[in-house]
C-alpha cells in the first residue's frame, strides 16, 4: 500500500523559500511517477511539478525557473525546493503518486491520473 506523508510548510514572506518534503512507502520510484499539485482556496487542484518513472523531472510554466522537484532514493522522499515565493504560490500542496501502467510509454512525462494522495501541507505568502 502507497502511503505518501508530507511536511515542510509554513508562512513566508514574498520572495522566500520553503522545502516540502514527502516521505514515501510502499512503492519503487522507478515504477512511479512522483508529483506535486496544489489547491488554493476556491480553486481547482492543479499540477505543479513531477518526476517521471524514467526520472524526467517536468514543471507548471507558473512554477518553471522557481521551484525545483528532486528524489533522495536513499531517503525515499521526494523534496519540492520553492524559491522565490509569490503570494499567489499560497495553497495546500499535495504530494502524489501514479503507477506507470502498462500501456505508458516509457518517455511519457504525466500530469493526470496520480491516485495515490498525501494529506496535503498548507503554504502561505504573504505580500
Known amino acids: 500500500q502507497v502511503q505518501l506523508v508530507e511536511s515542510g510548510g509554513g508562512l513566508v514572506q514574498a520572495g522566500g523559500s520553503l522545502r516540502l518534503s514527502c516521505a514515501a512507502s510502499?512503492?519503487?520510484?522507478?515504477?512511479?511517477?512522483m508529483g506535486w499539485f496544489r489547491q488554493a482556496p476556491g480553486k481547482e487542484r492543479e499540477f505543479v511539478a513531477a518526476?517521471?518513472?524514467?526520472?524526467?523531472?517536468y514543471y507548471a510554466d507558473s512554477v518553471k525557473g522557481r521551484f525545483t522537484i528532486s528524489i533522495d532514493n536513499a531517503k525515499n522522499t521526494v523534496y519540492l525546493q520553492m524559491n522565490s515565493l509569490k503570494p499567489e504560490d499560497t495553497a495546500v500542496y499535495y504530494c502524489a503518486a501514479r503507477a506507470k501502467g502498462y500501456s505508458d510509454s516509457y518517455y511519457s512525462l504525466p500530469k493526470t491520473g496520480f491516485r495515490s494522495w498525501g494529506q496535503g501541507t498548507q503554504v502561505t505568502v504573504s505580500s
Open positions: 518526476v517521471s518513472w524514467r526520472g524526467s523531472s
Open positions: 510502499g512503492l519503487t520510484f522507478s515504477n512511479y511517477a
